[in-house]
């Protein structure tokens, strides 16, 4: 095995995490006042200025893989953007995670890079034209709008919200929560999961249809927290959906192709996450060695303290161990498709939060009373990437994939 990096993979490294250090963390500070000023659900100068010069840097659309193969329609639309492979824009996300709004610099952040992957893999030309040019151009947001209140999410078969051709136009019924991305005024479309047959097999029954936020019939009932965060402008919404009106065009793919989409699109978005997430735990690991150093009690620095030692030995080692579990699910991707990764993508979706929460609640404990306050940074970033054990599929469900492939290698 040969864990050097190539020059691929160090080059947009290298390119990012200067591009970081030198515009983006210094607009820390801005950004955080910024959002204070006025009303939350509003469009930041500061990551509009930031988004510009990174577009002009070539730092742009970087998740995009260079083939898509499976589009039967057309794949004829050209992006802008290096066409970086899954395991070359780990190293990528991983900086852009140090910072929680960062990847939105880039024009990586999701659920815009999901929902650009299903629009350049499934879409017609005509969808494209509409919604994935001015997404990939930084133009708009979006939204997915999958997760329900009334049933259990773990479980995508359970989705009630109904998808019903009337006459020559679809109609959308039902309720839709933790529709991340909905609070942004620049959120235009969402790709919404419903049931267009309820007779046919059990994973024939849903579809996705691209759904304009300003429809008739969409509302937007409330936003719901995380912690007491709002997560503005990006947010999360319950929205309700009351006999809106679709033309047949808009739906992706075809009737009855909604899990097949979700398959294509879920793998690259929780490896996504993991990338960032350990971008987040090195952030915080850094933190609270500096703090650790910079603190006496009882005659002595805080970092010579037995117990800290240990932890930061921990911390050290659960990050290592995860980045290689990380790298080896992109290379997998790249090499042999997401299908066959399916086992390492569960794998270091369960993995990558769980150590990272580990960390940054070390990191909390090191800064005491700070660390809970919204001075450091830290607890807003907890908040965050607990949600992550939830998102995209649950622990549980991820567990259980593990568990039977296995078993299956047994049988």
């Given amino acids: 095995m040969d864990f050097s990096l190539g020059s691929a993979e160090t080059e947009w490294r290298d390119r990012v995490r200067a591009f970081m250090d030198e515009h983006v963390r210094p607009r820390a500070g801005d950004y955080q006042a910024q959002q204070r000023d006025g009303d939350r659900w509003k469009v930041l100068p500061v990551v ?10 070539g730092l742009w659309n970087l998740f995009m893989p260079p083939s898509h193969g499976g589009n039967p329609v057309d794949d004829s639309f050209h992006f ?70 009334d049933v259990a999410s773990s479980d995508a078969t359970n989705i009630k919200c109904r998808i019903e051709m009337r006459g020559n136009e679809y109609v959308i019924n039902g309720r839709k929560w933790w529709s991340s991305g909905a609070g942004d005024p620049r959120c235009k479309v969402a790709i919404l999961m419903g049931k267009t047959d309820p007779n046919a097999d059990t994973h024939k029954q849903q579809s996705m249809i691209l759904m304009p936020l300003d429809a ?32 047949p065009s808009n739906m992706l793919l075809g009737e009855g192709r909604g899990f097949e989409i979700a398959q294509g699109r879920l793998g690259p978005g929780r490896i996504h996450h993991c990338m960032r997430t350990i971008g987040a735990a090195e952030e915080a690991l850094a933190a609270m060695v500096k703090r650790l150093m910079s603190r006496t009690a009882f005659g002595k620095t805080i970092a010579e303290q037995g117990v800290w030692e240990e932890r930061i030995a921990n911390a050290r080692i659960d990050i290592e161990m995860t980045r290689l579990l990380c790298l080896k699910a992109a290379d997998m991707m790249d090499r ?3 299908k066959a990764a399916q086992g390492e993508i569960a794998m270091i979706k369960v993995a990558a939060p769980i150590m990272a929460l580990r960390v940054i609640d070390d990191a909390i404990q090191a800064f005491g009373a700070a660390g809970v306050s919204e001075d450091t940074g830290l607890a807003s970033a907890y908040a965050s990437i607990r949600t992550l054990r939830l998102a995209d599929g649950p622990d549980e469900v991820h567990r259980r994939s593990i568990a039977r492939l296995e078993f299956k290698k047994h049988r």
């Fill in 48 to 57: 509009k200025q930031l988004k510009e010069k990174a577009r002009g840097e």
């Fill in 80 to 149: 802008e953007g290096p066409g970086l492979s899954n395991l070359q824009y780990a190293f990528c996300a991983e900086e852009m995670g140090r910072i929680l709004w960062a990847s939105e610099v880039f024009n990586c952040s999701a659920p815009d890079t999901g929902n650009m992957e299903v629009l350049h893999r499934y879409g017609s030309r005509e969808q494209k034209d509409e919604w994935l040019k001015p997404l990939m151009d930084g133009e708009i947001r979006s939204a997915f709008l999958m997760t329900e209140p």
């Fill in 216 to 247: 008739a019939g969409v509302t937007v009932k409330r936003h719901l927290p995380v912690f007491g965060y709002d997560d503005a402008p990006h947010g999360h919404m319950e929205i309700e959906l009351n006999d809106v009106r679709l033309p």
């Fill in 336 to 338: 042999a498709g997401n």
